[in-house]
């Protein structure tokens, strides 16, 4: 435990003679006890702006902060130093966020859509800000792992496309191309737009093999769709 440490450090001043702690140690000592209790009950070291950074009444993310002053005592640093072993705020709360986001794959099986909320926490776009230059290693560390997993758009194409493949199997025609639904997706514009350039080649190849030699739609068989 950090706090046994800075004991250590505590009973080394107290063991000159006479010694006689001043009020500015005890004031040390107090404030480093209040950021442990903080570490401890949060799992990392807190912000030095913000709500976050108050604990208790205290700003324990200015007092974490003193370990890097120049000014501070020997003994403020020594005690301070054990935490950095911590992850910071802003790590902790990506860290988080990221585990929202496997929360997410893990229950539907791809990758979220822009905007998309878990927990409260826009998950569509922590993982659209992979890529961004600003990015932290941990950061792209943390996600790269989710580079291979179905992106929504792919996943919806998958759906879209058993969709019709299902139409097709239970009416044994093509869909209707001017529109018609079929589980809740426009199956007939999937047809009308598989030249589109906006379709990959991908997806293209997809649908054109579920629809090779299937017969046309036809007004005779609009009495069965």
Not at 75 to 87: F, I, N, Q, R, V
Not at 125 to 135: A, K, T, V
Not at 146 to 151: A, I, L, M, T
Request: one cysteine or more; hydrophobic letters at 35%; proline letters at 3%.
């Amino acid at each position: 435990m950090v706090w046994d440490q800075v004991q250590d450090i505590i009973d080394a001043e107290m063991a000159f003679s006479d010694f006689k702690p001043s009020k500015l140690f005890q004031k040390a000592v107090d404030n480093v006890l209040l950021l442990d209790e903080y570490v401890t009950r949060y799992s990392h070291t807190p912000p030095q702006r913000g709500e976050y950074s108050v604990y208790k009444g205290k700003n324990v993310g200015r007092v974490f902060g003193n370990r890097k002053r120049e000014s501070a005592a020997l003994h403020t640093k020594a005690m301070l130093k054990g935490y950095e072993k911590y992850p910071n705020f802003d790590d902790f709360q990506f860290m988080y966020n990221v585990a929202c986001l496997e929360d997410y794959i893990k229950e539907y099986g791809h990758l979220p859509r822009k905007r998309e909320l878990r927990k409260n926490i826009d998950i569509g776009n922590l993982w659209s800000s992979r890529n961004d230059e600003n990015s932290s290693a941990l950061k792209q560390d943390l996600l790269s792992s989710y580079e291979d997993v179905v992106s929504y758009k792919e996943f919806c194409n998958i759906y879209n496309a058993a969709c019709l493949e299902d139409y097709i199997m239970t009416y044994g025609h093509l869909p209707n191309a001017l529109g018609g639904e079929h589980k809740d997706v426009d199956i007939g514009v999937l047809v009308r737009n598989m030249e589109s350039a906006e379709i990959s080649e991908g997806y293209r190849k997809l649908l054109s093999d579920i629809i090779k030699d299937v017969p046309m739609y036809s007004e005779r068989e609009r009495g069965t769709q």
